[in-house]
């Protein structure tokens, strides 16, 4: 019979573990479960349930610095920091709306789990690069904690680095302390129309290696620059998007360097705060795939390659994409039943390398088709020996980053 624990302190996971491996019975480790479709399913009958764990124990908004237990929704830690003109620099994804689960019912554990990360990773990093502590329970029964308040700490090996895109199979994270940062007084989003894919990759890069800070760069082709149109966001035609954050006067200048920069490439438009604070958050959560009914993968190549490795799909495979990360995150959507994981990946080694992750598929296709990207040999058997360290009995997750 299956059962689910549902813990209300760190030491009741603890006590959920131990219980585990001492029978030799494997847990998924869920928080709201809201992101239970991303990854391959989980091969366990009884349920660690972590949304009991609930809670921010510390913020002090002086020394940018937060710790929540592992249960706590997103919405809260969010809203919390909304309150004092604070974010969290990496800008989590919410997958919710891909998923077709509603926005906003992630947690910050699941957001450790798989590394989210937004738009403006580029600049900022993802989420392991924002954790100054950490407290979890092995594989093992063992609780162990890691870092702590502050930046800069000895304690010993970054174990959350480490834990981080782990996606619980290593550990069960119960209290995480994450650096934050004040929010952009304003922003400003510099629009180039009319570009090809190759051009508006070249674009991006420019950009980005330019003096004006550009936080994030995205690019639409017609067919989801036409999709968002359509939802209010003011497109017209294939949108290169690049973001500006700061201080009024400095998001002016550097608009202004990078239209006297760009100017050649194509009509130049700009979207103030607002509107460009809900472009982002649209292109981050990948809103113009929701609601479609096709496959979805999340490609990772090096930005000047984006456009690339499109070019040498499109030999193949039809399918809509667009770019983010200065054209080294590629969304594509598949239509039918048939993933094309050879062909993908395929693809992916002749842009260069990088790795495609399946992140929109029915529960069988992900049962079956390698959701992750496969690991070169050594780098496995890495991770085997890690897992071996951490989850001596395989009772943490089973199956969900490979069978």
């Not at 603890?14 to 928080?31: F, K, N, S, T, Y």
């Not at 996606?167 to 629009?191: C, D, F, M, N, Y």
């Not at 994030?216 to 082709?221: E, N, R």
């Amino acid at each position: 019979m299956a059962d689910t624990f549902k813990p209300r302190h760190p030491e009741e996971a603890r006590d959920a573990v131990l219980w585990a491996m001492a029978e030799d019975q494997p847990l998924e480790i869920l928080g709201t479960g809201s992101r239970r479709a991303l990854g391959r399913p989980v091969q366990a009958a009884h349920v660690l349930d972590l949304s009991g764990l609930s809670g921010i124990e510390l913020y002090e908004p002086a020394e940018l610095v937060m710790t929540a237990l592992a249960g706590t929704p997103m919405a809260e830690i969010e809203a919390t920091l909304a309150d004092k003109n604070q974010e969290l620099a990496f800008d989590p994804i919410d997958y919710g709306p891909l998923l077709g689960q509603p926005a906003g019912e992630g947690t910050v554990g699941g957001v450790v789990a798989a590394n989210f990360a937004g738009s403006k990773r580029l600049k900022f990093g993802a989420a392991r690069d924002h954790i100054l502590g950490l407290e979890a329970v092995s594989g093992r029964g063992e609780i162990f904690k890691s870092g702590g308040r502050v930046v800069k700490n000895v304690t010993g090996y970054d174990l959350p680095r480490a834990l981080t895109g782990s996606w619980g199979t290593l550990a069960v994270s119960t209290r995480i302390t994450l650096k934050v940062q004040p929010r952009a007084e304003t922003e400003a989003t510099l629009v180039v129309s009319g570009l090809g894919d190759a051009a508006a990759v070249e674009a991006m890069c420019s950009a980005m290696g330019s003096s004006a800070e550009v936080s994030a760069a995205a690019h639409l082709p017609d067919p989801v620059a036409a999709r968002l149109a359509a939802e209010g966001h003011a497109l017209s035609g294939p949108a290169t998007l690049l973001r500006l954050e700061g201080f009024g006067p400095s998001v002016d200048y550097r608009f202004a360097l990078l239209e006297k920069r760009l100017g050649g490439a194509g009509r130049i438009t700009r979207l103030d705060v607002d509107a460009s604070r809900a472009l982002w958050q649209a292109v981050r959560d990948v809103l113009p795939f929701t609601g479609t009914s096709g496959l979805v993968w999340r490609v990772s190549v090096a930005p000047a390659a984006g456009a690339r490795f499109v070019e040498t799909l499109r030999e193949t495979l039809a399918g809509e994409v667009y770019y983010d990360w200065s054209g080294g995150l590629v969304w594509l959507a598949v239509e039918g039943d048939d993933p094309r994981a050879d062909e993908v990946r395929a693809a992916v080694t002749a842009a260069g390398g990088g790795h495609a992750t399946l992140v929109r598929a029915p529960a069988p296709m992900r049962a079956s088709v390698p959701v992750f990207h496969p690991q070169p040999a050594p780098l496995a058997a890495l991770n085997a020996r890690i897992k071996a360290q951490f989850d001596p009995k395989g009772i943490l997750n089973p199956g969900r980053m490979g069978a």
